[in-house]
């Protein structure tokens, strides 16, 4: 079976390695929720022994944006597959206001980031409203986040080193 003849929500159970590049420590989601044309719900647990604990096993609020990075590359990779491809290559390149309400995310934790698309271009430019909230629902960070897939990932890195 094609991943384009899968619904949705087999869709969203694929391992989360089957939608973005990142693996071990920097692998930072557990699961997809759900997900649909501009929206999509993941999990990410704070690992009390990963390469981010603070002495208190907490995760760094900085750390937020990147959860909330790698939700937005799942919900590309997700569209481009239920077309019948694969996501291209992306990279984050901002946000104007990364709001964290509280400096760290308790140990233990199973964080709620949810990724609402405000904008997609052709040319591969990207925004998003971004929310991270703990288990009890207690709401964590936000941002709005803006993203770019380049047409050639390689050129466009070459480009950016040489620059």
């Known amino acids: 079976m094609t991943t384009s003849l899968l619904t949705d929500a087999q869709l969203a159970?694929?391992?989360?390695?089957?939608?973005?590049?990142?693996?071990?420590?920097?692998?930072?989601?557990?699961?997809?929720?759900?997900?649909?044309?501009?929206?999509?719900?993941?999990?990410?647990?704070?690992?009390?022994?990963?390469?981010?604990?603070?002495?208190?096993?907490?995760?760094?609020?900085?750390?937020?944006?990147?959860?909330m990075a790698q939700a937005i590359a799942a919900h590309v990779a997700l569209i481009a597959m239920r077309a019948g491809g694969q996501a291209r290559a992306g990279v984050l390149l901002g946000s104007r206001s990364y709001r964290a309400l509280q400096p760290a995310f308790r140990s233990g934790a199973r964080l709620r980031v949810q990724v609402s698309e405000l904008l997609r271009s052709e040319a591969g430019h990207g925004a998003y409203e971004c929310t991270l909230d703990d288990d009890g629902g207690v709401r964590c960070a936000e941002a709005v986040i803006k993203v770019f897939q380049p047409p050639d990932f390689q050129s466009f890195i070459e480009g950016s080193v040489s620059s």
């Open 13 to 67: 159970r694929q391992p989360i390695e089957a939608m973005i590049p990142h693996r071990g420590s920097m692998l930072l989601l557990d699961a997809i929720d759900s997900f649909a044309d501009t929206t999509l719900s993941a999990f990410a647990n704070v690992d009390p022994h990963a390469w981010y604990a603070d002495a208190a096993g907490a995760m760094p609020a900085w750390i937020g944006i990147e959860v």
